[in-house]
């Protein structure tokens, strides 16, 4: 059997765990859960925490209602754990994933884009008019150029999906022009957001 | 009461809860699971009309131990007193006999229900039967 940095219960407790002894049961918890949790945590970053953390508690609790079916000689209590979690933890990427796709492409999603402060060209005073355009100036250097020409479109207001997908075009196959526009504008207004937010602007700067 | 961490230039990451953060959650989360000692006690709870820290007071435990204690899986049916005891030992629960009266009282209870709830489904599914008899001799 492997080494392994996690902490380990003494044979007693493992033996003590096997009979079904809820003592010896929460001693190896005890010992393993802290460890385990935030190796989970650091592991799956993109999952949200108290997620992973109910990941965690339902596989230590299945695994004490079940102590028979562990064995001992033949895989570590921490690997066996571990092993469980990252087949639970995967699925759970797979169906936040799902969620998220769904959130992305689904018909509003393009609305709730345009909804962001960048396009709001109600009524700016000057000082916020300044902070927009040294923002604009700022993000098109991290853009590259598809990007920049697809910024610049939607910059000046411009709705036409037809005049988006001239643009993907000249970089590459564009096989459903409604769809790889949506995905392609979706994709920048991502990229702005977090470059704004890397650069400190808050949304009430580009009012 | 959190850790906090830090990365290779000395800024501050995300903290992450303490070891004893992390276990009190769990004793939260295990306390609510069917076959914890959390789940007797609360029906026993439910039927004397007692609220969880009147009960926490009546075994003299703290409330440290008692969410410890609420974890704990059920004492094994061939061993019941014996578990119970070790267990409200660990636990440092002040009035132990009270605590294993209680807990096999509540146990007692358990069974009950479930033979109840049997007996209402076997009803019904013979209910059911006989009404399938009926409509088949129509």
Known sequence: ?207 | MTQNRANGDGAPMTALPTDTEILQKWYEYASQQPGSIGSLLQLLRLRQRKSEEQQRIEFEVSAADFAKLQSMRTPRTDRFHSDAERIAAACHVGQIFRFVQMLMLARNLAAQEQTTEGEVYEAAFDAFASNQDITEEE
């Open chain 1, 1 to 207: 059997m492997k080494e392994s940095n996690f902490p380990q219960p003494s044979s007693e407790q493992l033996a003590g765990f096997q009979e079904g002894d809820p003592l010896a049961a929460n001693a190896v918890v005890e010992l393993v859960l802290p460890s385990i949790q935030r190796w989970a945590w650091t592991q799956y970053k993109l999952l949200p925490q108290d997620d992973v953390q109910d990941i965690v508690h339902q596989v230590l609790a299945e695994i004490c209602h079940h102590y028979a079916r562990y064995d001992p000689k033949r895989v570590l209590f921490t690997t066996y754990v571990i092993g469980l979690l990252k087949l639970r933890l995967a699925d759970l990427y797979a169906t936040r994933q799902e969620i998220d796709e769904k959130e992305e492409y689904g018909p509003d999603a393009y609305e709730k884009l345009l909804s962001l402060p960048y396009n709001d060209t109600e009524a700016l005073d000057e000082d916020t008019r300044i902070v927009r355009e040294e923002f604009f100036r700022q993000v098109e250097e991290h853009l590259e150029p598809i990007e920049r020409e697809l910024f610049q479109l939607m910059r000046n207001d411009v709705k036409s999906t037809r005049a988006f997908a001239a643009v993907l075009v000249r970089y590459g196959p564009v096989s459903d022009e409604d769809r790889d526009v949506k995905n392609a504008k979706a994709r920048l207004m991502r990229k702005v957001t977090f470059i704004g937010k890397t650069l400190g602007y808050a949304p009430e700067d580009l009012r």
